[in-house]
């Protein structure tokens, strides 16, 4: 009789990762919404991942890191840099061009719950467990109310926007439970440069095919191209990747339920955006979610009481 693997948490260093994690890519969705200004979706995307593969590239160089040279490093940078940045970055920013950059966050949380889905199907040290399957459905209930049911009785580009956020957060809890396999035992640094680079080859020429050659960004474009590429990619994935291993897949899904309200917050003052009062609710059941997904917060709840 084999004994029960032990389940995966995540510590308080972990915890606070996650929250500059998330401080970060709620950043991103304001950062989408200023740079659509003056470029377009794949011009966005695509400046994006190349900057943030240079620069890792240059510190691996700096640091004489060890870059694995197999045909298999290779396929599984191409399999993340296609499911973890093309197809999540290019339907997020379109996403942004019909819908508010807060409501996007709120619909990014559902990564969350994919993750968590994944993560139990394919890890045996991240089973689902009833706690975990009512946060689940809690969270799920959260992003139904969000998108509410007006989105389904009158599709049009704000609903079809609204599907886009939630196709990309699927698609990064694929990438998620993939990478936690193929990417173990190689430093953050060289995974994250890898399948950014696999996403420069794919973005750079798609890029310039559906938009040419686009004007070199000014001011706010500028900064914003800069902040995704160097801050949201760049430095984010060196802390993804670190988190991914410590504490696996599903709990790592749990930062995109943190990122909702930094791009509520952001939204709301950088460009006045404003939401309908269900995406709050949806807010508070998609946060009720995460609550009973981690359930640390229940416990201390129940021991207090019962002391």
Not at 22 to 37: E, K, P, R, V
Not at 94 to 104: D, F, K, M, R, V
Not at 245 to 271: E, H, K
Request: a positive charge; glycine letters at 10%.
């Amino acid at each position: 009789m084999t004994a029960p693997i032990p389940q995966r948490h995540l510590t308080l260093q972990g915890w606070a990762l996650l929250l500059l994690l998330a401080l970060i890519w709620g950043g991103s969705f304001t950062a989408n919404h200023a740079a659509l200004a003056q470029m377009p979706v794949a011009t966005v995307v695509a400046c994006r991942v190349t900057g943030a593969a240079l620069v890792l590239w240059a510190y691996i160089a700096l640091a004489r890191l060890p870059v694995p040279k197999t045909w298999a490093f290779a396929r599984n940078a191409l399999v993340l840099g296609v499911f973890n940045n093309v197809v999540p970055f290019s339907l997020i920013v379109w996403g942004q061009t019909h819908i508010a950059s807060g409501l996007a966050g709120i619909l990014n949380a559902a990564t969350a719950l994919f993750s968590v889905l994944l993560a139990a199907a394919v890890f045996p040290d991240e089973r689902l467990g009833t706690r975990r399957l009512i946060g689940v459905i809690l969270g799920l209930a959260g992003v139904a109310v969000v998108i509410g049911p007006d989105a389904l009785a009158h599709f049009d580009l704000t609903s079809l926007g609204q599907l886009a956020i939630l196709g990309a957060g699927l698609s990064y809890a694929g990438a998620a439970a993939f990478g936690r396999q193929a990417l173990r035992g190689i430093r953050p640094e060289v995974g994250a440069a890898a399948m950014l680079t696999a996403s420069s080859l794919i973005m750079l020429p798609t890029a310039l095919i559906l938009g040419g050659i686009p004007p070199l960004p000014q001011g706010q474009t500028l900064a914003a191209l800069l902040y995704l590429s160097l801050i949201a990619s760049a430095l984010a994935y060196r802390l993804f990747y670190t988190i991914l291993q410590q504490a696996g897949a599903g709990n790592l899904g749990l930062v995109t339920l943190l990122i909702t309200p930094f791009a509520i917050l952001f939204g709301a003052v950088l460009f006045h955006e404003t939401l309908p009062p269900q995406a709050f609710g949806g807010v508070a059941l998609l946060t009720l979610g995460m609550v009973v997904l981690d359930g640390r917060p229940l416990r201390y709840l129940a021991s207090r009481f019962s002391a």
